[in-house]
């Protein structure tokens, strides 16, 4: 045998290449090579193709297909089902009663198949790297094993003929005919002992070769072989050079970088900083020549596609490349078949509560959707008319009594979907019940067609999930799986890879043993961690791939990321009967994550990129890097070491990113920030420099429009004229039924049993709807917050029937004219000698408000004498009320509020309800009726703008929002809008006149 050594890949590629340019002796032999993965297969393929010119007619495998290739028989270790078989015969006190008391009570084989599968792994890795254990064991020798580990795998592998048993067949017959001419292995990092065996075999009849990285383990097991080290490249000038040839690093370069980062994110940012840095300084660097590596890259995907595929504006470099095309070489399969993730969502939605949360999930999957003729924002809907019908969890009332709940029918899925079917089919006006079901209104026309897809979902879905739940044989599971994912997850055009994936994983599923769902589940998860994806290496751009042996190819820059203490490398906790603990092989995975980080290492020609979570993103606390990045960076000297590593800031745009020459930052949006930062008093570029173009109307204005401009002017503004939605937070999907009321939802309820008692519906007619809506809790907690709110909402009702109003009459067209425009729409709350507004919610501006606006509009309307009375809940939810007296010129404070809604819809209005009351009450009542100076009537009006500007906390943790944590509002001003004349004097225009003042003079011109 023939080892040739070398500190690098590119010095033993160009060797093979000399080797295979002697040709063999027949032009239809087959030139063998033996490679540690694909990846390097891939690479070889390309390097030999650019130094021979062409390659071709030949075999490169991996080192498990040895033995096939080379022509001995197929070996077949003991599946988990056959090992599930075994363990399953005989009775309690023979020689597998230890693991047999393990498998007592399991009604569902969960435990049989976790533990039959960790045995068929760990009897593969006794294969491998223990052959002479397998060896006793096959002649009735425990060799100092448990001795049920060697009679259940002499039971197990009696008639199979098993890796070890096949190796040893096959040196048996050597020399035997259809061997290669020669055999070649390259760049294997360590052989498993019973593949030493069969080279070592094959190497007294064929000519083998062995082209290995100096200091990998399996030069250790190549005893005798004839060596040859080949001329290392001329590296030493650098950094990283000295690094790998295993010299002193005392100089100070930037070939090796260490990043100390506050998260994911962020390793990521600095990443792409550092490439635009080495592409800006190297116009022959391309994408191509990056390689990307992470203990597991679908933990960075994410923030890699998001950070490196996007056009950001540079800072430093406007002409080098923002965006790097990137590709994913081994990316879970349910990431690349969204199918199969899917179904993983399905299942596990087996014996489940059948969340409203782990139901509507599958809408997140387009295959899915597709098969119900569903689009993403059918989806949304569906979800909204969910959360509107109370759906929580349960199928049924059956269905809940299996989790030990009473047989209750609210907030299961029957419950919700026939309500919504029956908002469909009815309207309910949130009183009408039907077998006590209250329709959920608002469904009708051509938007209410996703609802029967989402019931032909539901019930698909409910049925197929009581056929897996039901225990059957191994063999019969294919069948109702495949049924399952056909009935619920399209295999059509793109998505039919993942059907073609499922049915080939289902093929491992056999025998007559009864297992129920969660066995299967935990097989098949097993399974898909171990499905090759589709390589993707050198598919152009920047190769992404998690750090595993094999993966690092050559390649001029090398980034590993995720370098954490507690992550890389791995170090799971071993079985408790694992013989191979005691004696960890190269194959553990935490050798194998060192070789493969010393590999990866090696691969890199030019520059390595290393990075870890040095710090936390919460704390600040300073974290270890891994292990071996600690023993890396202890291989350089103190002035190498202080070159090397860096500490990133938590944000991107402190100024630290853009004066610290070893790393610099190169976006422009993330340099102005660090600017704003440094200056004394850094400046918010205000959302609008200047006004919009004036509305395009024909001068009509509707009174509803008019009313909610009002409510939320900076809201008004960004629908409207940007057409954009700013919300808050983002509140979970409710899973469980609700244990208390929502201010929301309280409103909800009062505003029901308000209504209801206006028209003279009794309560306990009403009671029912309300209970029907599913908001209030279930049980005595629904009855004591019911009655809290019947009480306050039959105290507003007798405020409002006292209310000298007279008859109710039908809403009122308007068309009014107001100065040079016109007042349209609908007024409501007309009666015979006034106007009522009454309502469940608090008296606060936001109510106030728009009754005045009404109030002015039927003024103006009704020539006649007219009073408004606004009623609802005042202090400690009491009645409350307030009247309007007749407005003499109504269509002067009413011509001011559209002037000024103009004016709203061209800039931001510094107008908040809150806020503006209280600025405007406290100044109006200083100022004009106690004759108080200006200055300290501004400061009393300016600090009770702020106390409703800042909300407050009350009691039990809850709390109550300011308009300064309005999103709209927090978007466009900050509290310093109160000190602005602005602000002083729209809420002076606005509320002077409702609260019964003149408008102050100097405000009149």
Known sequence: MHLLLSPFLPPLVDALAVRLAVPLPSPFDVEHVVVPARPMADWLAVSLSERLGIWCNHAVYTPDRLLERLGGAAAQGADAWRILDVLSQGGPGGALAVPQRYLEGDAHGLRGVQLAFRLAALFGRYARQRPDLLRAWRRDDAAGAPPWQA?????????????????????????????????????????????????????????????????????????????ERLPAPRRVSSALGRLQQGLPVEGADDTISVHSCHGRLREVEVLRDRLLMLFDRDRTLQPEDVLVLAPDIDDYAPFIESVFGTEADLHKAPEARARFPVCFADRAPTVDLPGLAAFRSLLRLSGSRRTLSGVTELLDFAPVRERFGLSEADGATCREWLELAAVRWGEDPENRVAFGNPALREHTWRWGLDRLLLGYAMEGGGRRLYDGLLPVDGIEGP??????????????????????????????????LIAAFDALVSDRGEWVRARHVLLGLLTGLRGRRQVGIVAVQTWLDSQLEVVKPQSRFFAGGITCASLRLGRAVPARVVAMLGLDHDRFPRDPVPLAFDLLADAPQVTAPREEDRVAFRAALGAASDHLHLSFLGTGSRDNQERPPSVLVAELLDLLAPAARKQALIHHPLQPFVSRAFQEPRQPSFARSWHA???????????????????????????????????????????????????????????????????????????????????????????????????????????????????????????????????????????????????????????????????????????????????????????LARPAEVSTWAVGRGPANAAASHCWSPTERPAEPLGRLLALADQGMRAPLAFMPNSSLAYAGTWLGLRLDQGESDPRARVAARLAALDKWQGKRIHGGASIPGDGEDPAVARVFDAGVIDTEAFHHTALLVFAPMLGYAIPAELER
């Open 151 to 227: 009679e259940l795998w002499r039971r197990a592998h009696h008639d199979l003929p098993e890796p070890v048993s096949a190796v040893d067949a096959f040196v048996a017959s050597l020399p035997a005919a259809g061997l290669p001419h020669r055999l070649t292995v390259f760049g294997l990092s360590h052989l498993d002992a019973l593949d030493a065996e069969l080279i070592l075999a094959v190497d007294r009849y064929v000519d083998v070769t062995v082209f290995a990285v100096e200091g990998d383990p399996l030069v250790d097991l190549l005893t005798g072989a004839q060596v």
């Open 447 to 480: 938007a209410a067609e996703p609802l029967g897809a989402l019931c032909t979902l539901c019930d698909a879905l409910f049925e197929q999930l009581g056929i897996l739940e039901r225990l059957r044989p191994l063999d019969e599971w294919p069948a109702a």
């Open 673 to 859: 920030g660090a600017l704003a930062l440094r200056a004394r008093s850094p400046a918010v570029a205000p959302w609008f420099s200047g006004l919009l173009p004036a509305p395009g109307d024909d001068g009509q204005v509707d009174l509803g429009l008019l009313v909610r401009f009002y409510k939320n002017p900076v809201a008004a503004l960004l629908s409207r004229r940007l057409l954009l939605r700013i919300e808050g937070e983002v509140e979970p999907i409710p899973d469980h039924e609700p244990l208390d009321l929502s201010y929301l939802e309280t409103w909800t309820v009062g505003e029901a049993l308000l209504a209801g008692l206006l028209d003279g519906v009794p309560v306990a007619d009403l009671e029912p709807a309300v209970r029907a809506m599913g908001i209030l809790p279930l049980g005595t907690p629904g009855k004591v917050a019911l009655e809290e709110i019947r009480t306050t909402a039959e105290g507003i009702a007798a405020v409002a029937r006292g209310c000298p109003v007279g008859d109710r009459l039908p809403a009122l067209r308007l068309d009014l004219p107001v100065g040079q425009r016109r007042l349209t729409g609908l007024l409501d709350g007309q009666h015979s000698h006034g106007n009522l507004f009454a309502s469940y919610s608090k008296l606060d501006p936001k109510r106030l408000l728009p009754a005045w606006i009404r109030h002015l509009a039927a003024c």
